[in-house]
């Protein structure tokens, strides 16, 4: 059997070393200039950041260690095809900048779904927060399971061990340091996810003799395809399905969610925000591609010997962190500065989304539960300390997902459905909400809860089939290595998965892509006509005075414009009447001239 390389002294230098530094950033905007006195501080840097290190910071949170490990995976298992999503990022950005978040910025608000509140009632704002709440929350437990998994691969320790320092570390100072100190660790760890991908790119090359050789490799493996254009949803990746389904999972993310907006209302103005927002997309695009193609870069060193095959991986997954320990060992500190590139790529998602999840519990349960109880408001005081206790123990909570996480075949799959199941219905209320002015508050929520039932039965309903992979090799394995495997139960593994799906029922079978799109369609549809039959039937009604602010911008103007000509109208009525009764009394003055 080949020896396991495993990180030395050097390596975790540099691994502590990232972590002491996100902490100090942490303690420095906690101890100086008095800082954080306020919940505006606390929760949004009272908008003195920058659009460049927003754009910066918008991209890190949206690309977490799940992106670096299962991209590089997917491009590894699955081909090429997955870079096509970047497009549909490039159509959602427009969507989200002269859409939602002129809405969100007139609405100032520290929670995003107190817009819920405004536009329906408190029920549709609590519903949504909820769903929200668990959504981030499960996915922070995955993301803090993939530095562990990565950590795990090349040191052999136990997984454990790196939840917990990461988890430890990152809820300590994103409680502490507010979102400020968020914002400025992010930036640095943005510089060591690039130089993560930069090292793998570098070390495939030299070995494959140049980076048109991998390209070589990667096609005559059958791993570039991006010429799927079909419109059969079963089918995993196809250009329909990664345009409209990444749309609506940015959408999801950008548009509404409470990490993005709470980061975008950071900067002093909406030309800010928007600038931010634009600045996002190439930096994300360009880490997106690299991570692409480091999928093939890892595939050039494999294309003939697929360690999950031969079993010295138990996913694929850890397909990444194995290459750089193989490729790189013999550089002290190289595998270290990978390592903490994907600890940093952890880190960022995760204090990203306990921050925004204890703006949301503060906000939408425990400020309006002390107001029922006491009839009194919560001090800024007593709000900034609740919001650290709260970070922390959020953290202590993701630590315990993280554990359970690594019972997960595919941790981008498995992310991107629950995006699909909570994003899809999340954007279909917003979107109900600030498109139609008819949608009520019932309609809304049985929209938004039928969608949510629908998702959670088609995604993970069964049996269901397993994703179909390209085929692998062992050819090119060590004969040493294969004679002490038993290669009978991966045998499936050489020749790619082909299995027949159409034995399953049809709707087990539809794309996780298509998950956030269908679910989207469902809110609308269903929530609109519901809206317009409970008012056809006197059960429901649209709330008087409708606020254009709370409205998509070209309906907000619509509006607008109805009440203008209204006060016109009614001014022309009450001239109108004016001259009538003057009419009259002059008539009536006119008469009395002449009998008198």
């Known amino acids: 059997m080949e020896a396991v390389k495993t990180l030395g002294l050097t390596d975790y230098f540099v691994i502590a070393l990232t972590l002491v530094i996100s902490i100090a950033i942490g303690l420095y905007y906690r101890l100086t200039s008095g800082r954080q006195k306020t919940v505006e501080e606390y929760f949004s840097a009272n908008k003195t950041m920058g659009p460049l290190s927003i754009g910066i ?37 427009p969507l989200v900048c002269y859409g939602y978040l002129p809405v969100f910025y007139k609405l100032q608000a520290t929670s995003t779904y107190e817009y819920l509140e405004r536009r329906f009632g408190v029920t549709a704002r609590l519903l949504a927060s909820f769903i929200v709440w668990l959504q981030m929350l499960l996915y922070s437990g995955i993301v803090l399971y993939a530095p562990a998994l990565a950590f795990e691969t090349t040191t052999g320790l136990p997984k454990l061990t790196s939840i917990l320092s990461v988890g430890l570390a990152c809820a300590f100072y994103s409680s502490v340091g507010g979102i400020k100190a968020v914002l400025i660790t992010d930036i640095f760890q943005a510089i060591l996810m690039f130089a993560s991908l930069i090292i793998i790119i570098i070390s495939a090359s030299f070995s494959a003799g140049g980076i048109d050789k991998i390209w070589d490799i990667a096609d005559k493996g059958g791993r570039i395809e991006f010429d799927n254009f079909s419109l059969d949803p079963t089918e995993r990746h196809t250009w329909w399905g990664l345009l409209i389904g990444g749309m609506c999972t940015f959408l999801s993310l950008y548009g509404v969610n409470q990490i993005q907006i709470q980061r975008m209302l950071t900067v002093k103005n909406l030309k800010s925000a928007r600038n931010a927002l634009w600045l996002s997309w190439p930096i994300l695009t360009l880490l997106s591609m690299m991570t692409c193609f480091s999928g093939l870069a890892i595939y050039s060193k494999y294309f003939d010997c697929d360690p999950r095959t031969v079993q010295r991986i138990k996913k694929n997954d850890m397909l990444m962190p194995l290459f750089i320990m193989e490729m790189t060992s013999s550089l002290p500190g190289l595998p270290g500065l990978f390592i903490a590139g994907i600890f940093s790529a952890g880190l960022s998602t995760i204090s990203a989304a306990l921050n925004a999840l204890a703006a949301i519990s503060l906000e939408d349960y425990i400020k309006p539960l002390y107001f029922k109880l006491t009839k009194k408001q919560f001090s800024n ?27 997960l075949e595919s941790i981008l799959q498995m992310s991107l459905t629950i995006f699909g199941i909570v994003g899809g219905p999340l954007v279909g209320l917003f979107t109900l909400g600030m498109l139609f002015e ?36 062992i050819q090119g394995c060590d004969s040493n290595l294969l004679a002490h495997l038993n290669l009978t139960s991966n045998i499936n593994g050489t020749m790619g998965n082909f299995s027949n799906h159409s034995e399953f029922f049809y709707l087990y079978r539809i794309s996780y892509l298509w998950i956030a799109p269908i679910g989207l369609f469902i809110t609308i549809v269903i929530g609109w006509i519901t809206s317009n039959l409970l008012q056809c039937f006197g059960v429901d009604r649209v709330k008087e005075n ?50 008198s």
Request: hydrophobic residues 45%; glycine residues 6%.
């Open 381 to 407: 005081k007593k709000s900034v300390i609740c919001s650290k206790f709260l970070a922390f123990l959020l953290g202590m909570i993701c630590i315990v997902l993280a554990i359970l996480a690594q019972y």
């Open 546 to 595: 409708l606020d254009p602010d709370l409205f998509f911008p070209f309906i907000a103007k619509r509006i607008r414009n109805r009440s203008q000509n209204k006060r016109e109208v009614n001014f022309d009525e009450t001239n109108l009447q004016k001259y009538q009764l003057n009419q009259n009394v002059n008539d009536g003055r006119t008469q009395e001239s002449l009998y």
């Open 438 to 473: 008819s949608s009520t508050q019932r309609g809304a929520i049985i929209g938004a809860s039928v969608s949510l039932i629908f998702l959670l039965w088609i995604s993970f309903g069964g049996p269901r089939p397993g994703p179909q992979t390209l085929p692998v090799s």
């Open 57 to 93: 910071c918008l991209m890190v949170s949206f690309m977490s260690a799940i992106t670096l490990l299962g991209v590089s995976a997917e491009n590894y298992v699955y081909g090429t095809h997955f870079v096509v999503i970047n497009l549909s990022y490039l159509i959602g950005t």
